[in-house]
């Protein structure tokens, strides 16, 4: 029996199941999963950013495997920590789902003339994250932003209730859930108006590195380019120094024989930045660590100074 530790919700559970029953059937291994609450699920009344630290969402996972209390946890790659904590490693990296953040709008709000965010001026959109705000605050200012926080299901259910006009999501989660939106509608944005968030849609099934047994089951389970391309885009993060507040959006897609990167930091009002202010990347080429290299040389200098 293999013991998946896992947070309790809904999304959290359903991934957990799904990366289950991929091993049981590659393996034929049984396997539980036990529920093991964090601190990002504990606190609920501050916004993300606020709240701060790293492993959020992961530091209790990582304490139980440790402790050989679970064998192994699935987690959203991109609220891990850029670097593996002491004596854990990622096992494995299943095939990525879609990257693309979404717009689950009340029908009421929807301007179908707005193009790519079709919102009416004014809209409440409920969102927590510093990129997510700044990219879309760029390219439309009227919108009115404001936090959101709770599980993908209760995110919804305030654009229902009418906290939020809108509420921006990330299409993997929305699609492994198969959560049902009747009555809203919702809007995929172009990966150049928001660059997702450093591996977004990718999962990440992390066992202890000393763990033979484990890590040779997990490897049924690993799709290597989906590790390429999401180790690409968090070596940006970990090169910047940043963490999962950090406003920075990087995909990186295979193309052939090559790899293409694309990237968006934005400004932090939190600075005394100017939140219109933003630089971009759009490169090419054979090797996606040696884009990535690139890229964080040549915005290391702006991440301690302010844009404009």
Not at 188 to 194: F, Q
Not at 259 to 265: G, L, P, S, V
């Amino acid at each position: 029996m293999i013991v998946f530790g896992s947070r309790g919700s809904d999304l959290a559970l359903c991934q957990s199941r799904m990366v289950a029953a991929a091993l049981t059937a590659a393996t034929g291994e049984e396997v539980r999963i036990d529920v093991i609450e964090t601190r990002g699920d504990r606190i609920l009344d501050k916004p993300l950013p606020m709240i701060g630290g790293k492993g959020l969402f992961t530091e209790e996972l990582e304490n139980a495997l440790r402790d050989g209390r679970i064998d192994a946890a699935v987690h959203s790659m991109k609220d891990l920590p850029v670097c593996d904590p002491d004596g854990l490693t990622i096992g494995a990296v299943p095939e990525r789902r879609s990257p693309h953040d979404v717009l689950i709008c009340a029908p009421s709000a929807v301007d179908v003339d707005a193009g790519h965010m079709p919102l009416r001026v004014g809209s409440r959109v409920g969102t927590s994250s510093h990129r997510r705000r700044s990219a879309l605050e760029r390219l439309r200012p009227d919108l009115q932003f404001a936090d959101v926080r709770g599980n993908v299901p209760t995110r919804v259910d305030k654009v229902r209730r009418g906290d939020y006009d809108a509420v921006v999501l990330a299409a993997a989660g929305l699609d492994r859930l198969q959560l049902p939106i009747d009555g809203l509608e919702r809007h995929e944005l172009p990966l150049d108006w928001s660059t997702p968030a450093p591996s977004q849609g990718v999962l990440a099934v992390q066992c202890r590195a000393d763990d033979q047994r484990i890590c040779e089951l997990l490897a049924h389970l690993n799709n290597p380019v989906a590790a390429m391309c999401a180790n690409a885009e968090r070596d940006v993060l970990y090169r910047l120094g940043g963490g999962c507040s950090m406003p920075l959006g990087v995909l990186v897609t295979p193309q052939g024989s090559t790899f293409r990167m694309q990237a968006a930091y934005y400004s932090n009002p939190e600075h005394g930045q100017s939140r219109a202010a933003a630089v971009f990347a759009d490169v090419t080429g054979e090797d996606a660590m040696r884009l990535a290299a690139d890229v964080a040389d040549q915005w290391r200098p702006m991440v301690e100074a302010p844009l404009r």
